[in-house]
């Protein structure tokens, strides 16, 4: 049975008379809906202490038309992720604008928008019902140094602020023509990736697009000096774009390419921007128009993973004691065998296309130069060089690689990349003048199987906490200062090689 909505003054009332109670009287909010003439907001997770993460959950709901929605933006899925993604930058303008943050201790008394990156990604925690905005929020509310309750400062949140950000959403909303463009950027680009076999492509990049970004650890585009992609006559394809019409730029196709080129003229950029390509861009980003196959995979070398009963046979046999590589165990695998199990783990996932870089692989995974085939006749390992076709051929797996030291790869290649001053150029014809190496015929075929069974018991989320005496049944989240380290339960998943995960919420 729905909660009955109180009238949002009784909100301020129950906050006057908690000011300067114990922290954990603000357990009295838990589940109370409250009603403003412009929302309803129901107080979903009540946080125990002032720094507590995660901190307190409320979800507020708009109505679409007091928010001035078009009907345009709502039209369809794609359309409802643009908008919802849309409506979450312009939350979060609001409160950098318009709030007083860290009002408490340990930073409460905070709004905690999401700060979202460049890439739009479907969400949950917006949602929208018949005529309805539902947007989930983190709140922090504000304590003092002795675990009290701050309730003047959280009325100053709940009414001021709160209406001020709301201000902001409507003003975002009111500028037509920029929602208008963020969901037609972000349509067009999903259902292209939907039609890239028709296109008999892997990846997509429009002329005109900026591929740099302002330094290695940032997502926000390069401005000054950046030079802007535009396809040779070789590989430059025409597509045609739901909204955006026609449109020119570089096709990237099916089976073995190689990207090369002097260094400091774009290799990693361009492959970095394909790798974040399986997700739609903002209008304004220089990728909005980077497109790549939804099953593409970066793929690396990641030493020190565990590896648990894979078979990665195909690539790395007859190790030494007996060891079986027909079902691989190891708590510290090597580069190559890391690298070897990342490939077999990706294409057993369905990838469609992996994506290499020379400097974050295994050489001895990558290659095997004809002067150590000849001393070295029988190894273990069957590099990725000797395979690479046959992953295409066989499986259907296409595969783009960037080198800069080693012309072994030009030797399996359909099509040669150059990146010259950060512009593409082909050099596919005079890659076939060159006296390059052939793969050495494997000894037998590859066979990817995974006989490895997932089960529910094998992942326990629960929590240990020794400091509470008591076990959490469920724990997951990100660990603090380390976005891309996962803690669930009791364990600690590194996942700072997955590229492609680029938001720790």
């Given at each position: 049975?729905?909660?009955?909505?109180?009238?949002?003054?009784?909100?301020?009332t129950?906050?006057?008379?908690?000011?300067?109670?114990?922290?954990?009287?603000y357990?009295?909010l838990?589940?109370k809906?409250f009603?403003?003439?412009?929302y309803?907001?129901n107080?979903?997770h009540i946080?125990?202490?002032?720094?507590a993460?995660?901190?307190?959950?409320?979800q507020?709901?708009l109505?679409?038309e007091?928010?001035?929605?078009?009907d345009?933006?709502?039209?369809?899925g794609?359309?409802?992720?643009?908008t919802?993604?849309y409506l979450l930058?312009?939350?979060?303008?609001?409160v950098?604008?318009?709030?007083l943050?860290?009002?408490?201790?340990?930073?409460?008394?905070s709004?905690?928008?999401l700060?979202?990156p460049p890439?739009?990604l479907?969400?949950?925690?917006?949602?929208f019902?018949?005529?309805?905005?539902h947007l989930?929020i983190q709140?922090?509310?504000p304590?003092?140094?002795?675990?009290?309750?701050?309730?003047?400062?959280?009325?100053?949140?709940?009414s001021?602020?709160?209406?001020?950000?709301?201000d902001?959403?409507?003003?975002?909303v009111?500028?037509?023509?920029?929602l208008?463009?963020?969901c037609?950027?972000?349509?067009d680009?999903?259902?292209?990736?939907?039609?890239?076999?028709?296109?008999?492509?892997?990846?997509?990049?429009?002329?005109?697009?900026i591929?740099p970004?302002r330094?290695?650890?940032?997502?926000?585009?390069?401005?000054?000096?950046?030079?802007p992609?535009y396809?040779a006559?070789?590989?430059?394809?025409?597509?045609?774009?739901?909204?955006g019409?026609?449109?020119?730029?570089?096709?990237?196709?099916?089976g073995?390419?190689?990207?090369?080129?002097?260094?400091y003229?774009?290799?990693?950029?361009?492959?970095?921007?394909?790798?974040?390509g399986v997700?739609?861009?903002i209008?304004?980003d220089g990728r909005?128009q980077v497109?790549?196959?939804?099953?593409?995979?970066?793929?690396c070398?990641?030493q020190?993973r565990?590896?648990?009963?894979?078979?990665i046979?195909?690539?790395?046999?007859?190790l030494?004691?007996n060891?079986?590589s027909?079902?691989f165990?190891?708590?510290?695998?090597?580069?190559?065998?890391?690298?070897?199990?990342?490939?077999v783990e990706?294409?057993?996932?369905?990838?469609?296309?992996?994506?290499?870089d020379e400097?974050s692989s295994?050489?001895?995974?990558?290659?095997?130069d004809?002067?150590?085939?000849k001393l070295?006749p029988k190894?273990?390992?069957t590099?990725?060089?000797?395979?690479v076709?046959?992953?295409?051929?066989?499986?259907?797996?296409s595969?783009?690689?960037?080198?800069?030291?080693?012309s072994?790869y030009?030797?399996?290649?359909e099509?040669?990349?150059?990146?010259?001053?950060?512009?593409?150029?082909?050099l596919?014809?005079?890659m076939?003048s060159?006296?390059l190496p052939?793969?050495?015929?494997?000894?037998n075929?590859l066979l990817l199987?995974?006989?490895?069974?997932?089960?529910?018991?094998n992942?326990?989320?629960s929590?240990?906490?020794?400091?509470?005496?008591k076990?959490?049944?469920?724990?997951?989240?990100?660990?603090?200062?380390q976005?891309?380290?996962?803690?669930?339960?009791?364990?600690?998943?590194?996942?700072?090689k997955?590229?492609?995960?680029v938001?720790?919420?």
């Amino acid at each position: 049975m729905p909660v009955p909505a109180k009238p949002i003054l009784e909100l301020f009332t129950l906050f006057e008379n908690l000011d300067g109670r114990a922290f954990t009287s603000y357990q009295e909010l838990c589940n109370k809906v409250f009603y403003h003439d412009r929302y309803h907001i129901n107080f979903i997770h009540i946080q125990g202490s002032p720094g507590a993460f995660p901190a307190s959950v409320c979800q507020l709901r708009l109505k679409t038309e007091d928010l001035g929605l078009p009907d345009c933006c709502l039209s369809n899925g794609l359309r409802k992720m643009a908008t919802a993604d849309y409506l979450l930058r312009a939350w979060y303008e609001g409160v950098a604008s318009h709030t007083l943050q860290n009002r408490g201790v340990q930073g409460s008394g905070s709004f905690q928008p999401l700060s979202l990156p460049p890439q739009v990604l479907q969400r949950n925690v917006i949602r929208f019902e018949q005529d309805e905005v539902h947007l989930a929020i983190q709140i922090s509310l504000p304590g003092s140094h002795d675990n009290l309750v701050l309730g003047r400062q959280a009325i100053t949140m709940f009414s001021q602020e709160m209406n001020a950000i709301i201000d902001t959403l409507e003003m975002w909303v009111a500028k037509t023509t920029q929602l208008q463009r963020h969901c037609d950027v972000i349509e067009d680009m999903v259902d292209l990736q939907k039609k890239l076999q028709r296109y008999n492509l892997v990846a997509f990049i429009g002329d005109g697009a900026i591929l740099p970004r302002r330094s290695g650890v940032s997502q926000q585009p390069l401005k000054e000096g950046a030079v802007p992609l535009y396809a040779a006559e070789q590989m430059a394809v025409e597509v045609e774009l739901v909204n955006g019409g026609r449109q020119r730029g570089l096709g990237i196709r099916p089976g073995v390419n190689v990207v090369i080129g002097a260094g400091y003229h774009g290799k990693s950029t361009l492959l970095d921007a394909l790798v974040k390509g399986v997700y739609p861009h903002i209008p304004g980003d220089g990728r909005e128009q980077v497109v790549t196959h939804p099953d593409a995979v970066f793929v690396c070398a990641e030493q020190g993973r565990a590896v648990n009963g894979l078979n990665i046979s195909g690539f790395i046999d007859d190790l030494p004691g007996n060891v079986d590589s027909r079902r691989f165990w190891t708590n510290n695998a090597s580069g190559s065998t890391s690298q070897a199990a990342n490939i077999v783990e990706a294409v057993l996932s369905g990838a469609k296309l992996l994506l290499i870089d020379e400097d974050s692989s295994a050489t001895n995974f990558l290659i095997k130069d004809q002067n150590m085939r000849k001393l070295v006749p029988k190894d273990t390992i069957t590099p990725l060089f000797d395979r690479v076709r046959e992953l295409y051929q066989r499986f259907g797996v296409s595969t783009l690689i960037v080198v800069g030291g080693s012309s072994e790869y030009l030797g399996v290649a359909e099509n040669v990349i150059a990146m010259q001053h950060y512009l593409p150029v082909c050099l596919t014809e005079e890659m076939h003048s060159l006296a390059l190496p052939e793969p050495e015929e494997p000894a037998n075929p590859l066979l990817l199987s995974d006989k490895r069974m997932l089960r529910t018991d094998n992942f326990d989320p629960s929590f240990r906490a020794e400091r509470l005496g008591k076990t959490l049944p469920v724990r997951i989240k990100p660990l603090r200062l380390q976005d891309k380290v996962l803690e669930y339960g009791n364990e600690q998943l590194d996942l700072t090689k997955l590229q492609a995960l680029v938001d720790p919420h």
